[in-house]
């Protein structure tokens, strides 16, 4: 079955840019989104069809996807954006999650 | 403004049987692929099923095929899930999303969940 994997965490201080990857096989001939769940609530779309942003987030998160590996960065990084952040991506009519990542702003 | 809200959820007795439902507003809820999501406490986001817009096709993960049942009544605008044989790893908050159109099967909008406590 297809798997994405992502790093368990992720450490970055404020102002500075984090970059969480997710890996899976061919993922780059896949459409890839990201979630950010903060403690409590529902996850929120951030990027889908690798690169793109839903109204509403800010431009400093950002997506790319190719070969093996998506990414999502996310420049000038604030306190707020500190979360778990869950790749996202469509095998033979099933979604499959990665095992998400916890960012943590320090 | 769109809202999922979820309800149904509790405790239940290994092997016994649950329905979730999903109340769907501020959008045409007819038009949209719906999907479950479920999460258990401290753990990452599990894909459990998806329905398309007219009921006609459904497809799920590997872990619940054949005992959940995902349906929907689009006059009621509410999405169900049937889950019967229930087992002690089911239990986990379940959330109800709205796969968006024109997004690549990402799922924009997402109900605050229910919880399923699966447990004698």
């Known amino acids: 079955s297809y798997e994405l994997t992502q790093p368990p965490s992720v450490s970055v201080s404020p102002g500075q840019t984090a970059s969480i990857t997710c890996s899976g096989d061919?993922?780059?001939?896949?459409?890839a989104c990201w979630y950010q769940q903060k403690p409590g609530q529902s996850p929120v779309l951030v990027i889908y069809?690798?690169?793109k942003r839903p109204s509403g987030i800010p431009e400093r998160f950002s997506g790319s996807n190719s070969g093996n590996t998506a990414t999502l960065t996310i420049s000038g990084t604030q306190a707020m954006d500190e979360a778990d952040y869950y790749c996202?991506?469509?095998?033979?009519?099933?979604?499959?999650f990665g095992g998400g990542t916890k960012l943590t702003v320090l | 403004e769109v809202q999922l809200v979820e309800s149904g959820g509790g405790l239940v007795q290994p092997g016994g049987s649950l329905r979730l439902s999903c109340a769907a507003s501020g959008f045409t809820f007819s038009n949209y692929w719906m999907h479950w999501v479920r999460q258990a406490r401290g753990k990452g986001l599990i894909w459990v099923s998806r329905i398309n817009n007219d009921g006609s096709g459904t497809t799920y993960a590997d872990s619940v095929r054949g005992r959940f049942t995902v349906s929907r009544d689009n006059a009621k605008n509410t999405l169900y899930l049937q889950m019967n044989s229930l087992r002690a790893e089911d239990t986990a908050v379940y959330f109800c999303a709205r796969e968006g159109m024109l997004l690549g099967n990402a799922a924009d909008y997402w109900g605050q969940g229910t919880l399923v406590t699966v447990s004698s």
């Open positions: 069809q690798n690169a």
């Open positions: 061919k993922l780059g001939n896949k459409y």
């Open positions: 996202q991506a469509w095998d033979s009519s099933i979604v499959i």
